[in-house]
C-alpha cells in the first residue's frame, strides 16, 4: 500500500469529507493529479471520455432534424414520437442500473459494454426497414446511452480529485454546447447530402475512436464482485421510471391528464417506486443505496440537478420556438439561436471550475447561479412581439450563466459526498435526476404553452384560430407562412403568451434551487493539498 504523507491541512480537508459522508482521499486519484506521464495520459483518457459523451448528446439533436425525411421514407407516421420515446427510455431506465454495475463490476469494462451496446444499436437503426424496427433498435441505442454519460462521470469521479475536477468543466459544457448547436446543422447537412440513415452510421467512426482509446489508456483496478446483483430492485425501479417518463411524455399529447391511461401509469409508477425503496432496505448490494441521500449535500445536489433539468430542456424547447415563430429566425439554423445561452454557460463554468480548483470554494456557485437562473427566466418571461433579438440574447446570456454555475458543480458535490465505493451510483443518480427533471420540464412547461397558444387564438381568432392549433400548438415554418395576415399575428402573439406562461413558471420552480443551495454545506474536496505519494515498486 501506499505510504502517505500531507499536511495538516490536507489531513483537515479529507476528515471533513469523511464526516460529511465523503470517503477517504483515494490514492489513485491522488497519483492521477501528478504530473508526467500519468497526468498525460489521463489527457488523452479525457478525449475518450467527451467523445463518448458527445455521442449520447448529439444523438437526439441529429435524428430529430432527419425526422421528416424518416417518415418520408418508412411511413408510420402515427408512431413517430416513438423512435424518441423508446430512446429516452430505455436511457433513463438504465442509467441507475449501469452506475451499480460499475461499481460492483470495474468501471472500464461497463463503459466499454455500454459503448458497444450504444454503436451496435446505432448501426441496426440505420438498416431498419420500417419504422417498428427503428423503435425497436432505437431502445437498443438508448439502452447503450444509458451507461455512456453515467461511465463518463464516474471515470472522472476515479481519475481525478474533486479538487482538480474544476480544470476540467469548461470541456464537459463545451461539449454540451456543441451537441446543442452543431447537432440540427450536422443532422441536416447528413439528412440532405449522405441520407437519413448516416444520421446513425455517424456514431459508428466516432465511437470506435472512443472505443480503442478507452481500451488502450485507461487502467483502473478491476473488480470481482460476488455480490448478486439486485434484479428485483432494478426491475421496479425500471417500471418506475418509464411510467414516470411515459406519463410526462404523453400526458396533456396524447392522453388528457385525468385519462385512464394517465392515472394507471400514475398508480403504476408510485407502487414500483414504493416497492423499490422497501427493497432497497432489504437488499445487500442495493441499485440505489438509500444511505447515500443522508448526506444532506448529495440530497441538495439532487434537487438542485433535477431543478436544472427541468428549466434548461424547457428552456432548450421554447426559445427557438419563439424566435422563429415571433422574430422570423431561420429553423435551419435554429441550434445557433441558443448560442448566447449555451456561451455563457460554456464561460462561466470555465471560471466556475478554476476558481473551485484554486480557492476549493463551491458554495457561492449554486447560490449565484439559482439566482441567475431565476432572473434569466423572468426576464425570458416578459419577451413579447416586439422584442429585439438582441434583448432575448442578453436575456439568454443571464440564464446561461446561471446554468454555468450549476451544470457541473452539482456532479462535482454529489461526488465528493459519497464514498469511493459509490461513486457509480452517485454519478447515476443524479444523472436520473435531471433527466427526471428535464422531462417533468418539457411536460410541465408544454401543457402550459400548449394551452396558453390554444386560449390566445381563440380570443384573436375566434374558432378559426383555436382550430389552427388544435393537434398541436407548435406550428411548423411551412405552416406558419400560409396562415393569412391576421391569423399569423394572432398566432405570434399567443406563441409570446405561451413563451410568458412557461418562462414564469420556470423562473418560480428556480426559487426552490435557491432554497437547497442556501442549505449546502462547504465541505472540503478531497485531493485540496499537494500530497506525496510513495508507489511501490
Not at 500500500?1 to 499536511?7: G, H, L, P, Y
Not at 424518416?70 to 411511413?75: C, D, N, P, W
Not at 427510455?89 to 442500473?97: G, K, N, V, Y
Not at 448547436?181 to 440532405?192: A, E, H, K, S
Request: glycine fraction near 12%; proline fraction near 3%.
Amino acid at each position: 500500500m501506499a505510504n502517505t504523507s500531507s499536511t495538516a491541512r490536507g489531513r483537515a480537508g479529507a476528515g471533513a469529507a469523511v464526516a460529511d459522508g465523503g470517503g477517504p482521499v483515494d490514492q489513485a486519484q491522488v497519483a492521477a493529479s501528478e504530473p508526467g506521464p500519468k497526468q498525460r495520459s489521463v489527457r488523452v483518457v479525457l478525449l475518450a471520455l467527451m467523445i463518448a459523451m458527445l455521442l449520447a448528446m448529439l444523438d437526439n439533436m441529429i435524428v430529430g432534424t432527419a425526422m421528416p425525411t424518416i417518415v418520408g421514407e418508412l411511413g408510420g407516421l402515427e408512431h413517430l414520437s416513438w423512435v424518441v420515446t423508446a430512446y429516452t427510455l430505455a436511457t433513463a431506465a438504465s442509467t441507475p442500473i449501469w452506475g451499480k454495475l460499475g461499481d460492483l463490476y470495474g468501471r472500464k469494462a461497463t463503459f466499454l459494454t455500454s459503448i458497444v451496446i450504444f454503436l451496435l444499436g446505432s448501426a441496426l437503426s440505420g438498416m431498419a426497414q420500417d419504422m417498428g424496427q427503428l423503435i425497436g433498435f432505437r431502445a437498443v441505442q438508448g439502452l447503450g446511452a444509458g451507461g455512456l454519460m453515467v461511465g463518463v462521470m464516474a471515470i472522472i469521479g476515479d481519475l481525478i480529485p474533486p479538487r482538480e475536477r474544476g480544470k476540467y468543466q469548461g470541456m464537459m459544457a463545451g461539449v454540451m454546447g456543441i451537441a446543442m448547436i452543431g447537432g440540427p446543422l450536422v443532422g441536416g447537412t447528413i439528412t440532405d447530402h449522405l441520407g437519413w440513415r448516416w444520421a446513425f452510421y455517424i456514431n459508428l467512426p466516432l465511437g470506435a475512436v472512443a472505443l480503442i482509446m478507452v481500451t488502450a489508456v485507461l487502467h483502473l483496478p478491476k473488480k470481482r464482485s460476488k455480490a448478486r446483483v439486485d434484479y428485483l430492485g432494478a426491475a421496479l425501479l425500471t417500471v418506475g421510471i418509464t411510467a414516470i417518463v411515459l406519463v410526462t411524455t404523453w400526458g396533456g399529447s396524447e392522453y388528457a391528464w385525468g385519462s385512464a391511461v394517465i392515472m394507471e401509469l400514475i398508480g403504476i409508477g408510485v407502487a414500483s417506486l414504493v416497492g423499490f425503496v422497501f427493497v432497497q432496505k432489504k437488499a445487500a448490494e442495493p441499485i440505489l443505496p438509500l444511505h447515500i441521500f443522508r448526506n444532506r449535500n448529495f440530497t441538495l445536489m439532487a434537487v438542485i440537478g433535477f431543478i436544472t433539468g427541468f428549466v434548461m430542456f424547457g428552456a432548450v424547447l421554447f426559445l427557438p420556438l419563439f424566435q422563429q415563430s415571433v422574430q422570423g429566425a431561420s429553423a435551419t439554423n435554429s441550434g445557433l439561436l441558443l448560442l448566447p445561452m449555451l456561451g455563457a454557460m460554456i464561460v462561466v463554468s470555465l471560471i466556475a471550475g478554476r476558481v473551485t480548483t484554486n480557492t476549493g470554494k463551491y458554495k457561492v456557485f449554486p447560490l449565484v447561479g439559482s439566482v441567475l437562473m431565476g432572473v434569466g427566466l423572468f426576464l425570458l418571461s416578459q419577451m413579447d412581439t416586439d422584442t429585439t433579438r438582441l434583448t432575448s440574447g442578453l436575456y439568454m446570456a443571464v440564464l446561461g450563466a446561471g446554468m454555468g454555475c450549476l451544470m457541473q458543480i452539482t456532479m462535482l458535490v454529489a461526488q465528493n459526498s459519497v464514498e469511493m465505493r459509490d461513486m457509480g451510483v452517485a454519478s447515476s443518480s443524479t444523472t436520473l435526476f435531471r433527466t427526471l427533471g428535464s422531462s417533468f420540464g418539457v411536460a410541465i412547461m408544454g401543457a402550459l404553452f400548449n394551452n396558453r397558444v390554444q386560449d390566445v387564438m381563440a380570443e384573436r381568432a375566434g374558432s378559426a384560430g383555436s382550430g389552427m392549433t388544435e393537434k398541436s400548438a407548435q406550428l411548423d415554418a411551412a405552416s406558419l407562412a400560409k396562415l393569412p395576415a391576421v391569423a399569423r399575428e394572432a398566432y405570434q402573439h399567443a406563441v409570446a403568451s405561451g413563451t410568458h406562461s412557461a418562462f414564469l413558471l420556470g423562473s418560480v420552480i428556480a426559487v426552490g434551487a435557491l432554497v437547497a443551495a442556501v442549505f449546502v454545506k462547504e465541505v472540503a474536496l478531497r485531493g485540496g493539498e499537494p500530497t506525496k505519494v510513495a508507489v511501490p515498486e
